[in-house]
């Protein structure tokens, strides 16, 4: 396994992390995903642990808190060879304050939280959501409070536009509070908006990418193709309109680029499409989300190897799609150099 800096913190997690929205199963979006319980997700960490991974990301609204309930069981006894990421602001409850980012809502979430992890402090606590209604500044210094109790140790954000992280690390940075270290944000060959604010960002502010949904919203295992209907054991089947838009042709194209590689290397499409997330800049780790053992083994098999140059290029190329003003005249060239973004755009 490959260990990597997660952003500017000086801390080192696992380049492949576990997404354990697998565990627990409950509600329609997540009993789709999986519904893995605590004998099963025993069994699949001490497979990861085995490979060197200790990364595992999960969230309070995760089936309603079992995805958390279920990991804290899964490493009761080896909590120190974990690190626990989890995630709170989205509504996790009827109480009309069961939501967001409030100093009320953060303490107790977090609390609630450790209580079903079952340990006494949470290694990366990412904001799940921008709450617009909650001034920074005290949301900045509740999760500053929080790491001086020694609750957390991290923290991150998700699903943030840039001026809305920017924004949160100049208040941090005023009143002298902790920093966000982390930004876990969608990223794949299928969708690279993350390319055209978040990572320059993230070079900048020293954030690194904790990446979901790798695989393109499942899209990208190789079972998807062009002319066939959707496997019938696929989750799209269920979760496709939830999940991130994506234009099928594009899709096909990349698939058979994918395919072109495959056959080249003797590696899988999503060992593949994960590798080349693994070269892209800023990014810390990569949350595979595997509902069994064979999935969990066939992903790791990302980790120990590299694409070449020219089969990143390829892929870069089949994927690329202009970006949105202000920053296409970047992409295209208009512009100097000196203006150019600190990252290679493909």
Do not use: C
């Amino acid at each position: 396994m490959e260990y990597r800096y997660l952003g500017s913190s000086g801390f080192k997690v696992s380049a492949l992390g576990f997404g354990a929205g697998t565990f627990g199963g409950k509600g329609p979006l997540f009993s789709a995903w999986g519904n893995t319980d605590v004998d099963e997700a025993r069994r699949l960490i001490d497979v990861s642990l085995d490979a060197g991974l200790n990364f595992f990301d999960t969230a309070d609204v995760y089936s309603d808190g079992a995805s958390e309930s279920i990991l804290g069981a899964a490493i009761k006894g080896r909590r120190d060879r974990v690190v626990i990421s989890t995630k709170l602001t989205l509504r996790a409850g009827e109480d009309p304050n069961a939501v967001g980012a409030s100093k009320y809502h953060l303490i107790r979430a977090t609390d609630r939280a450790l209580q079903r992890l079952g340990t006494d402090y949470i290694d990366l606590l990412q904001l799940h959501h921008f709450d617009a209604m909650t001034p920074v500044e005290s949301v900045m210094s509740t999760l500053d409070d929080l790491v001086r109790a020694g609750k957390v140790r991290y923290i991150g954000a998700s699903n943030f536009s840039g001026w809305q992280l920017m924004k949160s690390q100049a208040a941090a940075d005023r009143y002298g509070y902790s920093r966000f270290v982390a930004n876990q944000a969608y990223y794949s060959l299928l969708g690279r908006d993350y390319e055209w604010e978040l990572m320059p960002l993230g070079l900048d502010q020293g954030v690194g990418a904790v990446v979901w949904s790798p695989l393109g919203w499942g899209r990208l295992t190789g079972r998807i193709r062009r002319g066939q209907p959707l496997p019938k054991s696929s989750r799209l089947h269920e979760t496709a309109s939830i999940g991130p838009p994506v234009d099928d042709e594009r899709l096909y194209r990349i698939v058979d680029v994918l395919d072109e590689v495959a056959a080249e290397t003797g590696k899988s499409i999503p060992q593949i499409a994960l590798n080349w997330l693994l070269q892209r800049p800023t990014v810390a780790t990569v949350l595979m989300g595997a509902r069994d053992e064979k999935q969990l083994r066939e992903n790791l098999g990302a980790i120990g190897w590299q694409l070449s140059k020219e089969r990143m290029a390829r892929l870069d190329a089949v994927s690329a799609v202009t970006p949105p003003y202000p920053y296409y005249p970047y992409w295209n060239g208009q512009f100097s150099e000196r203006t150019a973004p600190p990252v290679p755009i493909s």
